[in-house]
């Protein structure tokens, strides 16, 4: 008797263009004849079958391929591709099963299909059904596996996914109100634990809760308020390669830059402790400016101290304004050099601090 080894039960989904769930699943499987020998490089003959509710069960889609085993008699085909016998796949309710594949074979090429096997479809084909909308009571929702959203690229470039309206675990009637609701009796709410050297590069602001290894505390920022050191928007022409340096006008963290450009630029920022380049260099990352008013969010936040004098420098060009009515705390300068003027810029202080919460 010839025999078919299946190897994978079309447990592969293949990835589509547009990140939503294909309609195929890959099926692998190893052929070999009465005598246990390979059948290799030659045509099958293969009636795929998908059953439900059992082996024997009702049979929801047959399809026939033709595929050629390879020189170690491995056959692969993607089911759903096929000449179809009966049945549609695509519209296959994958929440309706467990689900069985049927694999009939003629190892000849032929349909005189001496080889049959079956076996049920595990967990994997299931992300199918993720394309799937299911009604509800007030409107419809979906069923998503995050863990394929988050590794096959789906919506979340960066491992991120945003603008969700209400986050519901362990309900499925989150209460009137709530953006965040967690439902067990069996599980707590593990908060980040990090270090307070990891703690202070976060860009923080007023809310976030943290769990601070370094001293076993919960810690929570609480933004006091914000000072805003700034020369009024009144420029009127580019300068190259532009800085500017100002002085704080309280003690806490700068998190936001504002500057005005006269077109689209990418380039870089420093900042230094000091009038001037010349200081300590405390931060540099890349910007990319549109045209107009462009707020530049610091990749981590930087201690400054009030009355303390601070520089940052462009690579880009840059609004400025002249002498007349100009900012106080600074000056301005053309590829480090000081110029006589302001630029048009914010800078944006906030007193908050971490504090205990127990």
Avoid: C
Avoid at 304 to 333: C, R, W
């Amino acid at each position: 008797m010839r025999k078919l080894y299946t190897i994978l039960a079309a447990l592969l989904i293949t990835v589509s263009t547009f990140a939503q769930a294909p309609e195929k699943m890959s099926y692998q499987a190893v052929v070999r004849d009465s005598g246990d020998n390979l059948v290799v490089s030659q045509p099958i003959g293969m009636q795929i079958s998908i059953l439900q509710s059992t082996a024997t069960g009702t049979t929801v889609y047959v399809e026939t391929q033709t595929p050629t085993t390879n020189a170690n008699g491995l056959v692969t085909l993607e089911i759903g591709t096929g000449s179809v016998v009966s049945g549609d796949f695509t519209i296959i309710d994958w929440s309706t099963g467990p689900y069985f594949i049927k694999t009939e074979t003629d190892p000849t090429g032929g349909v005189n299909y001496t080889i049959t096997g079956t076996s049920q479809l595990l967990s994997v084909p299931y992300a199918l059904h993720s394309k799937m909308a299911e009604s509800i009571v007030g409107g419809i929702t979906e069923n998503q596996d995050l863990n394929n959203v988050l590794t096959q690229g789906n919506d979340a470039a960066g491992n991120n996914v945003l603008n969700l309206g209400i986050l519901a675990i362990g309900t499925a009637n989150p209460r009137a109100g709530a953006a965040l609701e967690i439902n067990s009796t069996t599980g707590s709410v593990l908060l980040p634990r990090i270090t307070t050297s990891q703690r202070n590069v976060i860009p923080a602001t007023g809310g976030m809760i943290i769990y601070n290894s370094t001293t076993s505390t919960v810690q929570a920022y609480s933004e006091e308020g914000e000072s805003i050191d700034q020369q009024h928007f009144t420029g009127f022409a580019n300068l190259a390669a532009a800085g500017q340096s100002f002085t704080a006008g309280i003690t806490g963290q700068l998190s936001k830059i504002e500057v005005n450009s006269l077109s689209i630029q990418s380039g870089t920022i420093n900042i230094y402790a000091g009038e001037g380049t010349g200081g300590t260099l405390l931060l540099t990352q890349a910007i990319n400016l549109e045209v107009g008013f462009n707020t530049i969010t610091l990749s981590s936040s930087i201690p400054v101290t009030n009355g303390q004098v601070y520089t940052f420098s462009t690579n880009v060009d840059l609004k400025y304004s002249s002498n007349s009515g100009s900012y106080p705390g600074g000056i301005a300068y053309s590829n480090g050099v000081a110029f006589l003027g302001d630029l048009d810029f914010k800078t944006h202080v906030s007193n908050g601090s971490w504090i205990d919460l127990h």
